[in-house]
């Protein structure tokens, strides 16, 4: 397998248009886009781009779900050289307005919906371009849209995308080891940070993921890429890495277990990565039950606490209908593109959250900042090659440098490592509750809690209130809408008590109709404990 460390994004997808020019490459609203094809229009965007007075090292800020244009877009801001700081596509415009501002943008695409209301908070600040989601499909399904939206469309276009207008801009930055990508993330402690990766990160990842799999050629093999660019996962896997070898993304701007259904029924789905939310739809769609499953190989999730239930259930079907596919749990945050550890057919340990990539280094760290031994508990540190160039715009340190000079992040996870490089993670260190001096752990309790049927979801938090010198365990409890109403409480408290230990017994269960989710799927804290005292 070739490697692609040491190029650019646009490089190696021009490589892979080289190798397989009549091979289909993306997949929207039932049109294909070939490798040939998608060269010629990123080029072609690019040109566009260079009209707008876009040079290397200029920030260009993308708000758009995973269309033909957001592709094209991602990949002709890599071309220039310019950096890519991309952006939840329904963000509010005043959280718009800060991140614009901090990384000073010189321009916003964003959904030609959203553009009345950015216009009105950013028109002083940046020059914004509306984007038709529909771009490059046909006339029908255009009109389809417009009469749709058409009250979130009365406005002027000041600046419209027609790649028709320009010749294809063939030059191409070939800096692969600069800030190329901007990433927000809550980062390690918590507080909004942007996270700068360059071309190399995000190919070292994308050199090491095929090996795990065991793939040399991605020919007809289809990723549902459906979680977001502005999220790295989405990025790195949803959308590069199998354009970066021959096969297909199959893009969906917003999940739908229908539309996901009906591309396993024509056999066009290979890759499923996804949030536990989005499997347990599937799950529980009766559709999903088909024998079209065998073409499914590959699925993966993360970005929350996977319950035993789920994985259980969606395992059992898939072997029922002959499928090689089982839901195999990672880790990895933004700060290391994502991925860092993988469990897969080949290497699978129960528990564990896989095994380190190859170019990922991890050591864990106890409370004296020693380096501990095999399957002892600390702070998850990582390094290796997917590591980001540093966080940007604020005055956080970057970096842990060891004795060799070698950079480390601490990740503020808790865990462990075995002798074979598996990787085991416990909690958020700032999450894990402490009761008599006994660490509890949030994920564990709502694990066992998951097991129980008539639970759809949950969450843990631990609360220290004023003048109590230990943590209180508040559990928040979804009903499964199919079981009748009964005395949940004691079914869950004897399940904690059984299974855990009667210390981890909550001091107050909350019922509620969900629980709240940040826009990438994950356990919205916040809003819980605003809930605790409605």
Same mark, same amino acid.
């Given at each position: 397998?070739?490697?692609?460390?040491?190029?650019?994004?646009?490089?190696?997808?021009?490589?892979?248009?080289?190798?397989?020019?009549?091979?289909?490459?993306?997949?929207?609203?039932?049109?294909?886009?070939?490798?040939?094809?998608?060269?010629?229009?990123?080029?072609?965007?690019?040109?566009?781009?260079?009209?707008?007075?876009?040079?290397?090292?200029?920030?260009?800020?993308?708000?758009?779900?995973?269309?033909?244009?957001?592709?094209?877009?991602?990949?002709?801001?890599?071309?220039?050289?310019?950096?890519?700081?991309?952006?939840?596509?329904?963000?509010?415009?005043?959280?718009?307005?800060?991140?614009?501002?901090?990384?000073?943008?010189?321009?916003?695409?964003?959904?030609?919906?959203?553009?009345?209301?950015?216009?009105?908070?950013?028109?002083?600040?940046?020059?914004?371009?509306?984007?038709?989601?529909?771009?490059?499909?046909?006339?029908?399904?255009?009109?389809?849209?417009?009469?749709?939206?058409?009250?979130?469309?009365?406005?002027?276009?000041?600046?419209?995308?027609?790649?028709?207008?320009?010749?294809?801009? *063939?030059? +191409? !930055?070939?800096?692969? %080891? &600069?800030?190329?990508? =901007?990433?927000?993330? @809550? #980062?390690? /402690?918590?507080?909004?940070?942007?996270?700068?990766?360059?071309?190399?990160?995000?190919?070292?990842?994308?050199?090491?993921?095929?090996?795990?799999?065991?793939?040399?050629?991605?020919?007809?093999?289809?990723?549902?890429?459906?979680?977001?660019?502005?999220?790295?996962?989405?990025?790195?896997?949803?959308?590069?890495?199998?354009?970066?070898?021959?096969?297909?993304?199959?893009?969906?701007?917003?999940?739908?277990?229908?539309?996901?259904?009906?591309?396993?029924?024509?056999?066009?789905?290979?890759?499923?990565?996804?949030?536990?939310?989005?499997?347990?739809?599937?799950?529980?769609? *009766?559709? +999903? !039950?088909?024998?079209? %499953? &065998?073409?499914?190989? =590959?699925?993966?999730? @993360? #970005?929350? /606490?996977?319950?035993?239930?789920?994985?259980?259930?969606?395992?059992?079907?898939?072997?029922?209908?002959?499928?090689?596919?089982?839901?195999?749990?990672?880790?990895?945050?933004?700060?290391?593109?994502?991925?860092?550890?993988?469990?897969?057919?080949?290497?699978?340990?129960?528990?564990?959250?896989?095994?380190?990539?190859?170019?990922?280094?991890?050591?864990?760290?106890?409370?004296?900042?020693?380096?501990?031994?095999?399957?002892?508990?600390?702070?998850?540190?990582?390094?290796?090659?997917?590591?980001?160039?540093?966080?940007?715009?604020?005055?956080?340190?970057?970096?842990?440098?060891?004795?060799?000079?070698?950079?480390?992040? &601490?990740?503020?996870? =808790?865990?462990?490592?075995?002798?074979?490089?598996?990787?085991?993670?416990?909690?958020?260190?700032?999450?894990?509750?402490?009761?008599?001096?006994?660490?509890?752990?949030?994920?564990?309790?709502?694990?066992?809690?998951?097991?129980?049927?008539?639970?759809?979801?949950?969450?843990?938090?631990?609360?220290?209130?004023?003048?109590?010198?230990?943590?209180?365990?508040?559990?928040?409890?979804?009903?499964?809408?199919?079981?009748?109403?009964?005395?949940?409480?004691?079914?869950?408290?004897?399940?904690?008590?059984?299974?855990?230990?009667?210390?981890?017994?909550?001091?107050?269960?909350?019922?509620?109709?969900?629980?709240?989710?940040?826009?990438?799927?994950?356990?919205?804290? &916040?809003?819980?404990?605003?809930?605790?005292?409605?």
């Amino acid at each position: 397998m070739e490697q692609i460390n040491n190029q650019t994004l646009y490089q190696a997808i021009l490589k892979a248009r080289e190798n397989f020019p009549k091979r289909k490459a993306l997949y929207y609203k039932n049109k294909y886009i070939y490798y040939s094809t998608l060269i010629k229009n990123i080029n072609l965007m690019s040109s566009f781009l260079k009209t707008l007075g876009i040079i290397k090292d200029d920030v260009v800020s993308i708000a758009l779900p995973n269309t033909f244009v957001t592709v094209y877009l991602i990949y002709a801001v890599n071309q220039i050289g310019a950096i890519n700081n991309l952006i939840h596509p329904l963000i509010k415009s005043n959280n718009l307005k800060k991140i614009i501002n901090k990384v000073n943008s010189k321009i916003l695409f964003c959904l030609d919906t959203s553009y009345s209301e950015y216009f009105k908070e950013l028109d002083e600040d940046i020059l914004i371009v509306p984007v038709n989601p529909t771009f490059g499909l046909n006339k029908f399904v255009q009109l389809a849209y417009h009469l749709l939206n058409k009250k979130n469309l009365q406005f002027k276009n000041k600046i419209k995308i027609n790649l028709n207008k320009y010749q294809e801009y *063939k030059e +191409f !930055d070939k800096d692969y %080891l &600069k800030d190329s990508f =901007y990433l927000q993330s @809550g #980062g390690t /402690s918590g507080d909004s940070k942007t996270i700068a990766l360059s071309n190399f990160a995000i190919n070292a990842l994308v050199n090491e993921f095929p090996k795990m799999i065991g793939f040399n050629d991605a020919k007809d093999m289809y990723m549902l890429a459906t979680l977001p660019t502005f999220h790295g996962f989405g990025l790195a896997v949803g959308i590069h890495t199998l354009l970066s070898y021959g096969g297909c993304d199959m893009l969906l701007p917003k999940f739908s277990t229908k539309e996901t259904i009906k591309l396993i029924n024509k056999d066009k789905l290979t890759f499923i990565i996804g949030i536990p939310r989005l499997y347990q739809a599937l799950l529980n769609n *009766k559709k +999903f !039950d088909t024998p079209h %499953l &065998k073409s499914l190989k =590959y699925t993966f999730v @993360g #970005g929350d /606490s996977v319950s035993k239930t789920l994985k259980s259930n969606f395992d059992n079907l898939m072997i029922k209908n002959n499928s090689i596919a089982r839901l195999y749990e990672g880790y990895g945050l933004t700060e290391v593109v994502t991925v860092c550890s993988l469990n897969i057919n080949n290497f699978y340990k129960e528990g564990s959250v896989g095994k380190l990539l190859n170019n990922v280094k991890c050591k864990i760290i106890d409370e004296n900042l020693n380096d501990v031994t095999y399957l002892k508990d600390g702070e998850i540190y990582l390094s290796g090659e997917t590591l980001m160039n540093g966080y940007r715009f604020n005055n956080e340190e970057s970096f842990i440098y060891d004795e060799n000079n070698v950079k480390w992040i &601490k990740t503020g996870d =808790y865990g462990f490592l075995d002798k074979d490089n598996f990787l085991y993670f416990k909690q958020r260190i700032k999450q894990i509750i402490k009761i008599k001096g006994i660490n509890l752990y949030p994920k564990e309790i709502e694990s066992v809690v998951k097991e129980l049927d008539f639970i759809f979801d949950c969450s843990v938090l631990g609360i220290k209130e004023e003048n109590l010198i230990e943590e209180k365990i508040y559990l928040f409890i979804v009903i499964n809408k199919l079981y009748e109403n009964k005395n949940y409480d004691f079914e869950i408290k004897a399940k904690i008590s059984k299974d855990i230990g009667e210390i981890a017994l909550p001091y107050k269960i909350i019922y509620l109709d969900k629980i709240d989710k940040t826009d990438i799927g994950k356990t919205d804290y &916040k809003k819980l404990i605003s809930r605790i005292n409605n």
